[in-house]
């Protein structure tokens, strides 16, 4: 009886906790939904109070006077192309490691990648910076480069350590059959990974679609480079932040992002919790 009773408690607790961290979640996007449809003076004089009426003048005004278009096209450009070049190299990258862990030039290699994960990144910030500029890489291309360098850290890890973990009579089986290494890797270790595939396809996305400091870098030489982040903060100024227009920018840039995760959470929970442990 006493074993019922405490189950009883620890499930109403549980929930409790759940329904916390749900409000906890929710509150501020509901907050932020709420506040795009109103006029700056009507959030100004109840800001968590429903608005009045529908009013999609704040959307309108997003799409018609400003630059919004071109800032999407670039964050899409350079979060597309970075995570093309992240999907290519890392896994390439981690096969190779992961096939050759024995010898010591590979096993240096990976644990070399592996030291930037203990580094922050609020360290190489500047150096990386001024080693941009003297590149004259402060633009696109540059952000691509840098967003595809900092992905091997994690990446690496999790793919080398998954990829260890399959097992290689598979993939000698195919050589023996006629593939080559290129073979072996494209038409078999490719489709094995795809959980890992889709974590760091998610991930990598939120990421760099969501990042703010390093676009603030390496992009601020003119205002036609910026990305979405960098537009939505030109909204504050000195004395003023016209905070409803904001939410409507963050509210816009939020959806693709809200649907990416929502279709995909799932292979991030499977292929981190795989990454960790195999190997």
Same mark, same amino acid.
């Given at each position: 009886?006493?074993?019922?009773?405490?189950?009883?408690?620890?499930?109403?607790? @549980?929930?409790?906790?759940?329904?916390?961290?749900l409000?906890? $979640?929710?509150?501020?996007?509901?907050?932020?939904? $709420? /506040?795009? #449809?109103?006029p !700056?003076?009507?959030?100004?004089?109840?800001?968590?109070?429903?608005?009045?009426?529908?009013?999609?003048?704040?959307?309108?005004?997003?799409?018609t /006077?400003? /630059?919004?278009? $071109?800032?999407l096209?670039?964050?899409?450009?350079?979060?597309?192309?970075?995570?093309?070049? $992240?999907?290519? #190299?890392?896994?390439?990258?981690?096969?190779?490691?992961? @096939?050759?862990f024995?010898? @010591?030039?590979?096993?240096?290699?990976?644990?070399?990648?592996?030291?930037?994960?203990f580094?922050?990144?609020?360290?190489?910030?500047?150096?990386?910076?001024?080693?941009?500029?003297?590149?004259?890489?402060?633009?696109?291309?540059?952000?691509?480069?840098?967003?595809?360098?900092f992905?091997?850290t994690?990446?690496v890890?999790? #793919?080398?350590?998954?990829?260890r973990?399959?097992?290689?009579?598979?993939?000698?089986?195919?050589?023996m059959?006629?593939?080559?290494?290129?073979? %072996?890797?494209?038409?078999?270790?490719?489709?094995?990974?795809k959980?890992?595939?889709? %974590?760091?396809?998610i991930?990598d996305?939120?990421?760099?679609?969501n990042? #703010?400091?390093?676009?603030?870098?390496? !992009?601020? @030489?003119?205002?036609?480079?910026?990305?979405?982040?960098?537009?939505?903060?030109?909204?504050?100024?000195?004395?003023?932040?016209?905070?409803?227009?904001?939410?409507?920018?963050?509210?816009?840039?939020?959806?693709?992002?809200?649907?990416?995760?929502?279709?995909?959470?799932?292979?991030?929970?499977?292929?981190?919790?795989?990454?960790?442990?195999?190997?």
């Open positions: 009886m006493r074993q019922k009773k405490d189950g009883r408690i620890w499930y109403w607790l @549980r929930n409790l906790l759940l329904l916390a961290g409000v906890m $979640i929710l509150f501020p996007l509901w907050l932020v939904v $709420i /506040n795009s #449809f109103k !700056l003076e009507e959030a100004s004089a109840n800001f968590f109070a429903l608005p009045k009426s529908i009013n999609f003048q704040n959307y309108l005004e997003l799409f /006077n400003s /630059n919004y278009w $071109i800032y096209k670039n964050s899409i450009i350079i979060t597309v192309t970075s995570v093309a070049l $992240i999907l290519i #190299f890392v896994p390439s990258v981690s096969y190779a490691i992961a @096939r050759n024995e010898r @010591r030039y590979y096993k240096a290699v990976y644990y070399y990648l592996l030291m930037g994960l580094i922050p990144s609020q360290v190489i910030l500047l150096p990386v910076t001024k080693m941009m500029s003297n590149l004259n890489l402060l633009n696109h291309q540059g952000l691509i480069i840098l967003y595809a360098a992905s091997l994690q990446g890890f999790l #793919f080398v350590n998954y990829i973990g399959l097992p290689y009579e598979i993939e000698e089986s195919a050589q059959d006629g593939c080559s290494v290129f073979q %072996t890797y494209v038409r078999i270790v490719l489709p094995l990974v959980p890992m595939i889709s %974590t760091i396809l991930m996305v939120l990421w760099i679609w990042d #703010f400091m390093l676009p603030l870098l390496i !992009l601020n @030489r003119s205002q036609s480079i910026w990305t979405l982040p960098l537009f939505q903060y030109n909204f504050k100024t000195e004395y003023s932040f016209d905070y409803t227009m904001a939410f409507t920018a963050y509210l816009l840039a939020m959806l693709p992002m809200l649907i990416v995760y929502c279709m995909g959470q799932k292979y991030i929970v499977k292929g981190l919790t795989a990454g960790s442990v195999k190997g």
